[in-house]
């Protein structure tokens, strides 16, 4: 299979903050992931420190935490990042999609085993989640194996709490 084509550039500060995921095929460890949020901050050694919370298998599940480590890659030019859960072990992290304003964003890896569709915010309209499951289909990825993931803000959980 062809090497997964990446963004040519990303200003690796302007990617940094909070980032839902809308959508993933993902790991086993998060395969049940509820209100999964990815937040990235820059250190001064221009790693990415990543803190990744989600709840396992249902809105009032305990949240879970993992901190992995991103290294971007050429600057982060092109969009290659290695991620690291576990030390020495660096995953292929690739942003394959990434919109003019930062608001969404596809990651990918080479072997088109796992894949995310995050945004800046918790939901996003039919119509665009429909043309990056089209995105991520042309990529290689079986749109079968997308799993959307539920999210829920804060004040739909004040709601149901009310009930």
């Given amino acids: 299979m062809d090497e997964l084509r990446t963004v040519e550039h990303v200003d690796t500060e302007r990617f940094m903050g909070t980032w839902y995921v809308i959508a993933h095929i993902p790991p086993f460890l998060t395969r049940n992931a509820y209100n999964a949020v990815e937040r990235y901050q820059l250190d001064d050694k221009g790693r990415v420190d990543v803190k990744f919370t989600f709840r396992n298998g249902g809105f009032d599940a305990d949240q879970k935490q993992l901190s ?31 919109d003019d304003d930062y608001s969404e964003t596809i990651i ?26 089209g995105k991520i289909a042309e990529m290689g990825y079986d749109p079968a194996e997308l799993r959307r993931v539920p999210q829920q803000t804060l004040a739909e959980r004040d709601t149901s709490t009310d009930s």
């Avoid at 990918?108 to 499951?133: C, E, F, H, Q, S």
């Fill in 68 to 98: 992995p480590a991103g290294f971007p890659d050429h600057d982060d030019e092109e969009g290659v990042w290695g991620m690291r859960l576990v030390w020495p072990l660096k995953a292929d992290y690739r942003i394959v999609h990434l």
């Fill in 108 to 133: 990918g890896r080479n072997k088109r085993d796992y894949v995310w569709i995050m945004a800046r915010t918790p939901t996003m309209d039919d119509g665009r989640y429909r043309a990056l499951v």
